[in-house]
C-alpha cells in the first residue's frame, strides 16, 4: 500500500506530570509541544473519554524521531484497569538500558525480568518490558551485537 506513514503512538495517562517522570527524565524523549484542555477535541469521541474528563495531550520527540510519541491526559476520571491479555505496548530500542531500568526502579515503577533477545536476522540483545504508572507497557531493548 503506498501513502501510508505511521505518525505516533499514544498512551492515556491519569496525570501528565507524572508520566513524563518517566518518558521524559527516564527514556528521554522531549516534550514537543502540550496542548491545553479542548472541550471539543476528537480525542473525546475516538477514546471515549466522558465530556466532563479535563484533557491535555502532549506530543513527544526523540533525538532522531519527531513527534513519535504522544500521552493524553485524562483528569478527573479514575482510569479502568488495562485489560490482560495486554493489548498494545511499545517497543523502544535505547542506548542507556541500565540506566532506563534504574529510572524506572526508582520511580516505583513495575519491571520484569531481563529477557537475551535473539533477533530474526541473527542479533543478540536485551530486553525488558517496563509499565508505567497507569498500567501501559513499554518493552525496551538493546542489542548487543551477532549471535
Known sequence: MTGLRFQRGN???????????????????????????????????????????????????????VRVMALTEVANLSLSAVPYPRRSAIVLEIDELDAAIAGALALGLTVYDEEVLHTNDGRIGREIGIVDFDDNLVVLYKILGEA
Request: net charge negative.
Open 11 to 65: 498512551y492515556v495517562v491519569a496525570d501528565l506530570d507524572r508520566a513524563l517522570t518517566f518518558y521524559q527524565d527516564v527514556l528521554g524523549f522531549q516534550v514537543t509541544y502540550i496542548l491545553p484542555p479542548n472541550p471539543t477535541s476528537y480525542s473525546y469521541s475516538v477514546f471515549a473519554i466522558p465530556p466532563e474528563a479535563v484533557m491535555r495531550f502532549c506530543v513527544l520527540s526523540t533525538q532522531t524521531q
